[in-house]
């Protein structure tokens, strides 16, 4: 089966899995999403013969816009200045840098090889080492004249995909396999198209509602870096503790292959959850034409 929330099309592909294995479907489910951006991305990706009667209501219309316009949206509206969008981008490249170093990302990323099979690929590539907040500062806004919003503090034109494995409890057992966390909640929320980017500031008190938790509980959040705009903006305004947001780098540094992104972010946030022998994870993304999704995962392999 195929789902298509756009940015969240991965996170929703598990949830939507979760659910069929709790209502009882079936007792095992493979969820997970995949993008090649490079191959198909852009304007001539839209489909633009769209009616009038769409465009004539603004709101609606408002769907269309560039994602990086949404961008400019929420930095104009809430005030998220290109010096915070810039030194929040760099801390992305240098925490994605450092995990990279330290080997971190490899429980995570299983090799695949080249079209040609003697190439491996085993890491991603989009990590930028030698980043510098100067480097950052030069560079000129994209979507708008004066804007704020650059190649540098937006997530990356990306190719990836990820799986995640769910079963019931007692099937994992009577098959001997651990089992790694729990799928505790999920949620999704609608916002103004205009400025989609603050989605996960509506859902995750949503999803930790559900959950029966507080953001004090959470132990780290993954919160998908679309923007550096819109992830300032949903920090703050949640009041997260920013050492727990994002300990590994997100999107700005590792890319956002839109299907893959909300799977990927469930295998990137289990083994840190293991490694730190915390217990409450919460991921979260902001999804084009006006949503955010977020999930609660409980790790069981303290």
Known sequence: MTVNRQCSSGLQAVATVAAAITNGYYDIG??????????????????????????????????????????????????????????????????????????????????????????????????????????????????????????????????????????????????????????????????????????????IPEALKQASLKTGDVDIFEVNEAFASQAVYCIEKLKLDYKKVNPKGGAIALGHPLGCTGARQIATILPELRRQKKRIGVISMCIGTGMGAAAVIENEMI
């Open 30 to 203: 493979i969820a997970g999403g995949v993008e090649s951006m490079t191959a198909h991305y852009g304007p001539q990706a839209l489909n633009m013969n769209v009616s009038e009667k769409i465009l004539a209501y603004q709101p609606a219309a408002d769907c269309l816009l560039p994602m990086g316009m949404t961008s400019e949206n929420v930095a104009a509206k809430f005030n998220v200045t290109k010096e915070k969008q810039d030194l929040f981008a760099l801390d992305s490249h240098k925490k994605a840098a450092a995990a990279q170093e330290r080997g971190l990302f490899k429980e995570e990323i299983i090799p695949v090889a080249t079209g040609d099979g003697t190439t491996p690929v085993d890491a991603d590539d989009g990590i930028r080492r030698e980043i510098s907040l100067e480097g950052l500062q030069k560079l000129r806004p994209v979507f708008k004249e004066n804007g704020t919003t650059t190649a540098g503090n937006a997530s990356q034109v990306s190719d990836g995909a990820a799986a995640v494995l769910l079963m019931k409890r007692k099937t994992a057992e009577r098959l001997g396999l651990p089992i790694q966390a729990k799928f505790v909640s999920y949620s999704v929320a609608g916002v103004p198209p205009n400025i989609m980017g603050i989605g996960p500031a509506v859902a």
